[in-house]
């Protein structure tokens, strides 16, 4: 029946219908009794593993502001840098590991106990007056072709002390080369690196084979006299394994502080890698802690 109020009433109804309608349609936007709009409802953010499945773990890691996902990517930036820039170092020197580090004063000053030393093969970056077959210039032929590294004449080489691959390398400057049975204290030697030796004092004398004779910048004498040195042979060219290049002073300090605590702990190279990378993780949660607002 049609009276006075019966338009209004319609209308009120479509109103509500139509707030219905669009609360429908859009669950975010919330209205008032008279169907008005009054703001937008902040979208409910799903866990962790919900937005892992939905945008997928790279995504996830690249655009997200949580403690653990900031540490891990951090970590995977760190782990990629070290990676790409190993890469490299092999690439450019040919050897690896491509950076050694210093445990003795023997080659100071110009190279320092706990300094992280660069090395190339030896068939790169040869000098002037490398002996031929080694690329290797000696002290004595650096002087006379003015060629230098780290402060003096000559080479300063790695090798395998006796060619024995379980000892540990030394990193020794190359004298001079000497022949397969030349008396070389005789012919080549400083009497003042020889503390005081003949040739018939040393097993070395005359030379067993082919090979440099060696001596550290610091010590009084060559390697092959006994107790002054590596205490080693003639060093055979096949021994050496590098040449050093370039030295970054305490770096190095690191590399030995965890072959310390492998050694202590009688763990492998993988478990010491693995505990620090647990390690590196909770600092990196830690950082990541205090960097959220």
Aim: hydrophobic share 35%; proline share 6%; glycine share 10%.
């Amino acid at each position: 029946m049609d009276g006075p109020d019966a338009g209004k009433s319609d209308s009120d109804r479509s109103d509500r219908l139509g707030a219905l309608s669009r609360r429908n349609r859009d669950p975010t936007t919330e209205s008032d009794d008279r169907g008005q709009d009054v703001g937008t409802r902040p979208q409910t953010r799903g866990s962790a593993a919900e937005t892992i499945a939905d945008e997928g773990v790279g995504r996830w890691l690249l655009e997200t502001d949580t403690r653990v996902g900031t540490a891990i990517r951090d970590f995977v930036t760190i782990v990629a840098i070290i990676a790409i820039s190993g890469s490299l170092l092999v690439g450019i020197g040919g050897v690896w590991p491509p950076l050694v580090a210093v445990e003795s004063g023997s080659m100071e000053p110009n190279i320092g106990q706990g300094d992280l030393v660069f090395i190339v093969d030896e068939e790169r970056f040869a000098g002037d007056g490398a002996v031929a077959g080694t690329n290797i210039v000696t002290a004595q032929r650096g002087h006379d072709s003015n060629y230098q590294r780290f402060g003096k004449s000559g080479d300063v080489i790695i090798f395998l002390p006796n060619g024995d691959p379980t000892k540990t390398p030394t990193i020794h400057r190359a004298q001079f080369r000497v022949e397969e049975g030349e008396r070389w204290v005789e012919t080549k030697a400083d009497p003042a690196h020889l503390n005081g030796a003949t040739c018939a004092d040393l097993a070395s004398c005359p030379a067993p084979h082919d090979g440099f004779i060696t001596k550290g910048d610091a010590n009084p004498a060559y390697d092959q006299v006994p107790w002054s040195g590596a205490n080693t042979t003639v060093v055979s060219a096949q021994w050496v394994t590098g040449k050093a290049m370039v030295r970054v002073p305490w770096i190095g300090e690191i590399r030995l502080a965890v072959d310390s605590v492998r050694s202590v702990v009688s763990t492998g190279p993988i478990i010491v890698a693995t505990v620090g990378s647990v390690l590196a993780l909770i600092w990196y949660s830690t950082a990541a802690e205090t960097r959220d607002p």
